[in-house]
């Protein structure tokens, strides 16, 4: 059975920063996509950056703007998303995501076809 379970939200002040981390189990295949999605209060879950196996990574460029970086640790089976530089409109529940293949095009949207998710972790930006 495959697990994510996310780790490393908070409540920071505008200008701080955030590591998140999610721990995967249960999963053995050396093909695969991750990610991180992020959902507003009342709006839609969205992708903010993915990776896949060979290191390929795509953010959501108009939203990040140099300020995220996602990563992973391959021997600790172990997703990260740095996040510096974090505003008010970071605030929401953070999301975890795992495909069975590599990513395709527009995985970063709503709809995007992720079989894997951890229930989330929530990070709030406030003053």
């Known amino acids: 059975q495959v697990q994510l379970v996310e780790s490393g939200g908070g409540s920071v002040h505008p200008g701080g920063s955030l590591r998140l981390s999610c721990i995967v189990s249960g999963y053995t295949d050396t093909r695969y996509c991750m990610g991180w999605f992020r959902q507003a209060p009342g709006k839609e879950r969205e992708g903010v950056a993915i990776i896949d196996a060979n290191g390929w990574t795509t953010y959501r460029e108009d939203y990040v703007k140099g300020r995220f970086t996602i990563s992973k640790d391959n021997a600790a089976n172990t997703l990260y998303l740095q996040m510096n530089r974090l505003k008010p409109e970071d605030t929401g529940m953070w999301y975890c995501?795992?495909?069975?293949?590599?990513?395709?095009?527009?995985?970063?949207?709503?709809?995007?076809?992720?079989?894997?998710w951890g229930q989330g972790s929530q990070v709030t930006v406030s003053s």
């Open positions: 995501t795992l495909h069975d293949s590599s990513c395709g095009r527009g995985w970063l949207k709503p709809n995007a076809p992720f079989k894997y």
